[in-house]
Structure formats: C-alpha cells, structure tokens
C-alpha cells in the first residue's frame, strides 16, 4: 500500500540574526566600547563569575541614539515578519554587560517584554556564544547520530562583533563562562507593546449573541 507522508513543522521558535558589515561595525563598536566604559567606570570588585551591568536606560542616554535606532530598526522588521506592526513597541530597558574572563550568564528569560536581543560589542576568538534552551516541556530524544532542530534540546548562536540577535522574551537562554582572555561586551535589550492592554488584548473570538 503507498502512503503519502506529510510533515508539519508547528509552533516554531524565531530567532532574528542582524549583521552590520565588519567594516561598519568596527568603528561603530569603538564607540559603543567608549561609551559603556565611561559609564563603569570606576569599576567596582565584582564577585569572581559575575560581571559588570549598566544602569537600565542606555536607550534614553544620547551616545546610544545610533544604537537605539538600529534597535528600532530591527525590531519592526521583526514585527513586520509576526505582522503585529499595527502594535507600536517601545524599548522598556538597554543595558550593557562586561564579562571578564569566568565570568557566566545563568539561565534566564525576560519577563514582562515580548521581544528581547543583545548586540556584541566585544567578543574573545574563543566566545562563549549565546546558548539558548530547548522550550518544549519535556524531551524525549534517543541520539541519532546527527544534530538537527529535531533532536537538539539546545541550540548555539554565536556571538561576533557587529551582530544582534532578537528573541522571543520567554525563549530561555544563557551564556556559558568566558574562557578567552579579553572582555565579552554586549548590549542587551527588551521590547513591549506600549498599549497592549488597550490595543492588542481583547478577545480574538466574536460574540454568537447579544449586540457588540
Ligand atoms: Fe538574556
């Protein structure tokens, strides 16, 4: 008997890949380096594995215009890609991390926003890259002999100097200790509607009675 197979791959889980040339990006990161330095500094002892983290409003600050806008940029081609652009966004928080050699991220996600994304600034020959979490509940897959997005439970992103990476803010993540021996900076940020319970909300289904 023939049997014809179909596959249906549902729920998938974006992540949005941005790279600005080499050449671009070197001068541009300079600045970046600059700008973030100066706000550290002096910089304080942290705690051996952790880093250092900027106050939350790098996108309010002027030095960081031309790296808000590329934000913004970026974010409404996401949300042209989901069509949900008819739902203005607005960044709800930038900040920028310096992680010295050891220092981690632990697993997280972004509560509260419905996009978020880091930009390298800064990144040793070595990485680590961005390390993002199998979402599904519960995994069972017996070893194939290949990797693919059917029998990973993580996937690695890598972090290079010049690229942003947006994700789904739910979508868990972490970035594994630095081994190289200079400084991984990177600039993170998230995104929410700015009227969501106003705009976006209501119920998707229409009433069967009654008037509207
Ligand atoms: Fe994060």
Request: proline share 12%.
């Amino acid at each position: 008997m023939k049997v014809k197979q179909q596959v249906r791959e549902l729920f998938p889980t974006p992540l949005w890949v941005l790279d600005i040339p080499p050449s671009d990006a070197e001068p541009f990161n300079a600045k970046l380096r600059e700008a973030i330095e100066k706000i550290v500094a002096p910089r304080p002892n942290v705690p051996s594995g952790s880093n250092w983290q900027t106050p939350h409003d790098l996108h309010t600050r002027p030095e960081f215009a031309d790296f808000t806008q590329l934000i913004e940029i970026s974010a409404r081609s996401v949300a042209q890609f989901l069509q949900v652009d008819r739902y203005p966004m607005m960044i709800t928080g930038c900040w920028a991390n310096i992680n010295p050699p050891s220092a981690y991220h632990p697993t997280h996600n972004h509560p509260n926003n419905y996009l978020s994304g880091v930009y390298y600034v800064s990144v040793p020959a070595a990485g680590p890259d961005l390390i993002f979490q199998d979402p599904r509940p519960v995994s069972i897959m017996p070893w194939t002999g290949k990797l693919t997005p059917h029998t990973a439970n993580a996937a690695a992103e890598q972090a290079v100097p010049g690229r942003m990476v947006l994700f789904p803010s739910w979508l868990r993540h972490h970035v594994p200790s630095n081994e190289g021996t200079s400084e991984r900076i990177s600039i993170s940020f998230n995104l929410m509607f700015r009227n969501f319970a106003e705009t976006a909300a209501s119920p998707r289904w229409k009433a069967t009675a009654g008037e509207a």
